[in-house]
């Protein structure tokens, strides 16, 4: 049966509930590209699914890279001549520049302030801040904050440790009939921020747990990892697997109240890319197909020229054009469950395509066949046929071994699934069959 079939009969509402909640229990683990947070999310996700976990020391070369040093934060906070801690890490993680050096200093405000980050034009939110590749230090705070900030001496402290030790990420795979493998790859390294991208790993953890045990054409592998030098690892450990990555999609930001955006992969016209296509075309939300760009999220990777793999990005708004991204309103009531059961839906019935995709042969080709003699036509004349029917017409007309379902649902503007349930039909009468070796039914 069809993933998408399987969640039509089940409450959108209460998945969606369990993707929320899931995401909310996440939400409060200061997470970094290395470092306990990222290990504890993994945990959390391996109580879900079958989760490998790999670590790479410190100083492993990954190409033109090298695995950074491990950083771990235990508390950090500025604290006023009167005691009071005026920022404070254990209320919100997003305080402390992600990648810190640990310091601990009593000093005028005026050196404080180039340490300071905030959002001018939304006094109350906190801004996201990294320093992954230059040691320094810093704190994240609310505009409003810093204007009560009074020139006097703060302690500042920074609990932290950057040493040698591991990058860690989480790898699940799911067999299939064939080693050919469909990869989804989510960024699991952001703090305390639930659409970027707590609702890409929500959302990629029950996809996985949806298709574990069922009898799959492709091979599955999701992968949670550190964005940008997690996928630049995997890569450079993975060649040979990389080399059976058929189809991938990056999950990111997919939680949000936006319409669908997919970003095309390099090549433009891979069969990710118009299966997505197929897919948003009939999903009766809007939607917008952007062309492949190179920056971006980890498929800047997945398509750097020496890889070029098929692998696109589908996001509900688009990083970095929405006012909340990478700020402390990025929170868990930025996402909505409704929005997060729609998007696992989305992405069901994108694998649905890419299971079902396949070239058959009309075996009556000259005139059409008599369908009302095998019970596939209207049983009277003058009505207008239905969609079923309408569907069996064209892949009867286009199956000529020169084209896919995909195309004929492209062709024909009719939904996917309309077009492979009227392809099996017509198989199981004996007037279509697969093409010998590129088969993908068992
Ligand atoms: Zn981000």
Known sequence: MSLLKEFERRDLGEIGRDLHDFAASLYPICRSITGSGIRRTLAMIQDRIPLRIHEVPTGT??????VPKEWNIRDAYIK????????????????????????????????????LFTIPDHPDWIPYRTSYYKEDWGFCLSHNQLAELKDADYEVCIDSTLEDGQLTYGECYVAGRSS???????????????????SGLAVATFLAEHLSGRDLHYSYRFLFIPGTIGAITWLAQNREASERIRHGLVLTCIGDAGGFHYKKSRRGNAEIDRAVGCVLRDCGESSEILNFSPYGYDERQYCSPGFNLPVGCLMRSVWGTFPEYHTSADNLDFIQPAQLARSLRLCASIFDVLEGNQSYLN??????????????????G????????????????LSDGEHSLLDIAERSGMPFAAIHDAAELLRENGLLKGIVGVEKAP
């Open 80 to 115: 006023a001549p009167d005691g009071r801690r005026v920022v404070d890490f254990q209320q919100c993680n997003l305080h402390v520049m992600n990648y810190s050096i640990p310091v601990h200093a009593t000093i005028p405000l005026n050196e404080i302030r180039p340490h």
């Open 363 to 380: 075996q009556n080709p000259y005139c059409e066949p008599q369908l009302g003699r095998r019970n596939l036509y209207r049983s009277t």
């Open 180 to 198: 050919d493998e469909v990869l989804i790859s989510c960024h699991a390294c952001h703090p305390s921020l639930a659409n970027d991208n707590l």
């Open 61 to 66: 070369p990954v190409f033109d890279w090298n």
């Open 382 to 397: 003058g009505d207008s046929i239905s969609i079923e029917i309408h569907a069996r017409f064209w892949v009867l007309n």
